[in-house]
């Protein structure tokens, strides 16, 4: 190719991106906006929220790991919107976007069982044919919110008043609540009287649980699968603390009592839905 054929092809191009439709970015702004308000008005029905996400979208949040995919963002929200009290709104000021890319900033209030939180936020949206969809959603508090007020408490062990089994675990058990509420954002204490044999399928919390036994002797492994013969023995005195979202399963080596201390609100989720009891139940 010589030098006049190359000028010519230059031109041609040249020409054919002068030609290609120009994106109107007010009206791009706009549309985005109005995405994000929608979005809003979906907080009390999690698949339509869920649905707003792109594939492979994360939410960050202070203090917890970033949640990745669809599918851990759903099992996330869901829990959440399960907290007592809970709601969520936020108000859109502004957004800017660039070619399919776009974001949104605004104002939050959160609310989970008495506690309310107030930030800000950034949302990264990405467009997948004429629709945005939310890429990343990062936000973070505007101050620490200030836990609701409490009492001290004192207990004589036969002043521990013991109900039936708790939602969510297999039959057999019997709980306590020492201090606290488990289902709000706050700290709690419990007890549970466990016959021996008694197992939890492999689950996660999504916050930190902490156990010691109180007597007896229990048993923990990690994973997704139920392998008694990973399990690690913890007798009477022993402690277990678990992360976020790690998984594990349980049994009672004997009958025993064990204390779970965390921060609230206490979920569980199970690996397998099927070994879910609340699913059995309503089978």
Not at 96 to 114: E, F, H, K, L, P
Not at 131 to 160: C, Q, R, S, Y
Not at 206 to 211: D, G, R
Request: a negative charge; proline letters at 8%; aromatic letters at 8%.
């Amino acid at each position: 190719m010589n030098r006049f054929s190359g000028l010519i092809v230059g031109l041609v191009v040249i020409a054919a991106a002068a030609c290609a439709p120009s994106v109107n970015v007010e009206q791009e702004r706009a549309t985005l906006l109005a995405a994000d308000r929608d979005w809003s008005q979906t907080t009390k029905e999690p698949e339509k929220f869920v649905s707003y996400f792109a594939d492979g979208a994360a939410i960050h949040a202070p203090g917890m790991p970033v949640v990745t995919g669809t599918e851990a963002i759903r099992k996330t929200y869901t829990e959440m919107s399960k907290a007592p009290g809970f709601a969520l709104s936020w108000t859109p000021t502004r957004a800017d976007v660039s070619g399919n890319i776009g974001y949104t900033v605004g104002t939050y209030q959160m609310t989970m069982g008495g506690t309310t939180e107030q930030g800000k936020y950034v949302t990264v949206w990405k467009k997948e044919g004429d629709a945005w969809k939310v890429a990343e959603d990062i936000f973070n508090a505007d101050a620490t919110p200030k836990p609701p007020a409490g009492t001290h408490t004192m207990l004589a062990p036969g002043e521990v008043t013991w109900g039936g089994t708790p939602p969510g675990l297999p039959e057999g058990a019997r709980a306590a609540v020492i201090s606290g509420d488990p289902g709000k954002p706050e700290p709690y204490v419990l007890r549970a009287q466990l016959p021996a044999n008694y197992r939890i399928a492999p689950h996660w919390h999504p916050t930190m649980e902490n156990i010691t036994v109180l007597s007896g002797t229990v048993a923990l492994g990690m994973g997704d699968k139920f392998d008694e013969s990973a399990m690690k023995d913890v007798p009477v005195g022993g402690f277990a603390s678990l992360p976020a979202e790690m998984h594990h399963f349980f049994m009672s080596k004997s009958a025993a009592t064990i204390q779970v201390h965390g921060m609230g609100p206490f979920a569980i989720t199970y690996v397998n839905p099927a070994d879910d009891p609340r699913t059995k139940k309503t089978n």
